[in-house]
């Protein structure tokens, strides 16, 4: 490998070294991951929600669609699972939410047939597409429509992030995981920080 070559790789490693550290930080230079935020959205009932309607519980957050093939499915399945291997204390300060990326065809009585596939606490929102955008944007999460679509106008696939988020009582980062974390090391994470 030539020097050149060596040292763009050097540069680029650096590069989006820097570029993570801003996404996750948010350059607040507090050291406090910048990841969450206030919205407002509507849940699978139709009720209206806001980030400050969780306050109190954790939530575990996790960003999708519900005509995903096969991503967010299995990320919620993973929720599920590490939600229902917990006792049930600890369970009970836990409350799981899949944010829609696709309010066109996300409605309330689409996510309320969803929601019923995963765990029974789990909670669907949606929203206009601002509303959307903006609970997204607090999140660093990131979505647009594939490049690989049919064409037709109803029928299209998303490209997004897959990150399940846990934050706290205040709705402040804790960690995350992505549909490909383990079950067992969920719950051990889970049990370490909800744990008193």
Known sequence: MRI???????ITIIIIGVFAA???YGGNGKGVTAIGGQFQLTDHTGQKRTSESFNGQYTLVYFGYTFCPDVCPTGLQVMTLAI?????????????????????RDTVEQLSSYVSNFHPRLIGLTGTADQIAKAARAFRVYYSKSKQNSGA??????????????????????????????????VDILNNKLRP
Do not use: A, C, R
């Open 153 to 186: 106008s109803s029928d299209y696939l998303l490209d997004h992030s897959s990150i399940i988020y846990l934050m706290d009582t205040e709705g402040t980062y804790v960690t995350h995981f992505t549909h490909t974390t383990t079950v067992s090391k969920i």
């Open 22 to 24: 801003y996404l996750f």
């Open 4 to 10: 050149y070559q060596s040292v763009l790789i050097g």
């Open 84 to 104: 229902n291997q917990l006792d049930d204390k600890t369970q009970d300060k836990i409350i799981p939410l899949f944010i829609t990326i696709d309010p066109e």
